[in-house]
């Protein structure tokens, strides 16, 4: 009976320092959540601008320069960019031998996803049909993976977009919310050309022979 009592001791013992080295570990990874006030702006910036919830310079900062550790922990660079709630820059940084393309649309994506108020990927998946191309084209919409609005506490506080980035845009920015602002919502799962559910695009009549 003792000897069944001690296993059991050292087991609980056991299983509380795991918990505490995983706790460490989230701790150490950055992914505990983030709260409003410490990422939106302070006090007197908030009185000059009129407004509160807008990301803060620092925070933008820091998911930008996270984005590259990533780019280059992938042995390459990235165009990442940053956008306040009203579609401003806030922060932007291409790394060397990036191409004009990848920060136009590094910013185009963080635009998308600040007006669309989802990831680039879930609105490509929405809008991934024949049907949809050509609204989508007269809304100026940029339907690439690699935009993310910035959330936090349920409030829209800018968004982040990602161009040419190694090891993937829209990893690299995931990689970057996670690590700042803390566990984000799983990523859109790609989807085959016809649009949500996996469904194929409708099927067109066939035409009319030639008379």
Request: one cysteine or more.
């Amino acid at each position: 009976m003792d000897t069944d009592l001690r296993r059991g001791g050292v087991a609980a013992v056991a299983l509380a320092a795991a918990a505490l080295l995983g706790a460490a570990s989230v701790l150490a990874q950055g992914t505990v959540p983030a709260s409003l006030d410490s990422v939106t702006l302070p006090p007197a910036a908030a009185k000059r601008a009129l407004t509160t919830m807008e990301i803060n310079a620092d925070t933008a900062e820091q998911l930008v320069n996270a984005c590259v550790g990533y780019s280059k922990a992938h042995n390459g660079g990235a165009s990442v960019v940053v956008i306040s709630p009203a579609g401003y820059l806030v922060h932007a940084h291409r790394t060397d031998g990036q191409q004009p393309n990848n920060i136009d649309s590094a910013l185009r994506k963080a635009q998308t996803a600040l007006y669309l108020r989802v990831s680039t990927r879930e609105a490509l998946n929405r809008w991934n049909s024949l049907e949809s191309q050509l609204v989508r084209a007269d809304m100026n919409l940029y339907l690439n993976p690699g935009g993310f609005p910035i959330i936090v506490n349920d409030q829209l506080i800018g968004a982040i977009g990602v161009g040419g980035a190694a090891g993937g845009d829209e990893q690299c920015g995931y990689d970057a919310l996670t690590k700042v602002l803390g566990p984000q919502p799983p990523m859109a799962p790609p989807m085959p050309f016809g649009g949500v559910g996996n469904e194929p695009a409708p099927a067109r009549p066939a035409p009319s022979p030639a008379r």
